[in-house]
């Protein structure tokens, strides 16, 4: 079945280092977003990219990178700049412009030890 | 700048009792969608309904109901005869730029529904 799968489901990261979270998506969809949730909060866009090779700047996206290489593949790097990265991160993505039927991943659980 | 504003922070309510989730939104354009999710525990986000700015017609699906209003820039969520399944974080959420080049989801900061048996 078609799906976005992140990895890992739980990370700790030790403060100073950069870790990468993992997005995959097998629907063929063109845009690719990151969303951050703190509890109590909504999700907030760090990052997006509508095409391969292409990605722009979300409202939180310092602190963070991304790539994005290969259509299926979005990956998240929680750099050391992040001051508070301890949170929840959804994937999400869409086929493409003008079609917004959002498919999201089951996230992963960020905690800084 | 769009906004989702979602004023019930945590809703109690017993089980079989109708429950409203408010869901109020603000834009300047013309032509936007308006969605709600459903995050339970697990954490992933379940899809529940999207509409668009020009389809005002109401929406039920089964005990959920939703009453779009345009003029009062509402989209609010209603349960009827709530069922302990149902507790979980709802999110009202709005796509900025339509038409433009953005397509990103703008959400509110959720309600929590408890349903207790």
């Known amino acids: 079945d078609g799906g976005i799968t992140q990895s890992p489901k739980y990370l700790f990261r030790k403060e100073g280092q950069n870790v990468t979270l993992s997005c995959e998506q097998n629907?063929?969809?063109?845009?690719m977003y990151w969303y951050r949730q703190d509890p109590g909060q909504g999700l907030r866009l760090i990052y997006y990219s509508q095409i391969v090779n292409d990605f722009q700047k979300g409202d939180i996206a310092e602190g963070y990178s991304v790539s994005r290489e290969k259509k299926e593949s979005f990956p998240l790097t929680v750099t050391s700049a992040q001051k508070n990265p301890t949170a929840f991160y959804l994937c999400?993505?869409?086929?493409?412009?003008?079609?917004?039927?959002?498919?999201f991943g089951s996230g992963t659980r960020l905690t800084v030890v | 700048a769009q906004k989702v504003t979602q004023a019930q922070t945590e809703i109690s309510v017993v089980e079989k009792e109708d429950v409203t989730l408010d869901c109020v939104y603000e834009?300047?354009?013309?032509?936007?969608?308006l969605f709600w999710y459903k995050q339970p525990p697990s954490g992933e986000l379940v899809f529940l309904i999207r509409?668009?700015?020009?389809?005002?017609q109401n929406e039920i699906s089964g005990r959920y109901s939703w009453n779009f209003q345009k003029s009062t820039s509402s989209f609010n969520f209603t349960i009827t005869a709530s069922q302990v399944v149902d507790s979980a974080v709802y999110f009202c959420a709005i796509i900025a730029g339509v038409g433009g080049s953005q397509g990103n989801l703008i959400f509110g900061k959720g309600t929590k529904l408890s349903v207790k048996p």
């Open positions: 834009t300047r354009d013309t032509t936007y969608y």
């Open positions: 629907l063929n969809h063109d845009a």
């Open positions: 509409r668009n700015s020009f389809d005002e």
């Open positions: 999400a993505s869409i086929p493409g412009q003008g079609d917004y039927g959002y498919t």
